[in-house]
């Protein structure tokens, strides 16, 4: 109810909140309006929060700024959470993706990479103790699933 008062976009997952708003990039007003509305809506879920004795984590908050790679980024303004600020990211984690600015999804691809070259060097250091066929079980769960994901 709180994020709809504030007429955000959102995605709830367990204990996650994600709101979403769209905005024209270059226009400054347009930017700062939206921020506000974040920083309002935040606000007053930090103090839904405190009132039914939960806390917020700012530590845990991110902040990403999604925009296209073929124009130049603006210079983007963090928000104000009571005492905390929080600067835009570089990349933020949503549920197992990696999300960065441009979508360019390079970070999750990388991260997936260097998860599966770590895998393969753990089968092939006990590769002479296995059978064809436990190396093909193991190649499988460890790093098809990863790509598979």
Known sequence: DIIRKHGL???LYADDQQLYTSFFFYSKTEMAASTRRIEMCVSDIQTWMALNKLKL???K???LYFHSKFRPCLQINPIQLGSDVIYPSSHARNIGA???PTMTMSRHINAIIKSGFYHLRNIAKIRNLLTLNTTKILTHAFVF????N
């Open 98 to 100: 990696i999300f960065d």
């Open 57 to 59: 984590n700012t530590d």
């Open 9 to 11: 976009s959102f995605h």
């Open 145 to 148: 699933s990863k790509i598979d």
């Open 61 to 63: 908050t991110e902040l």
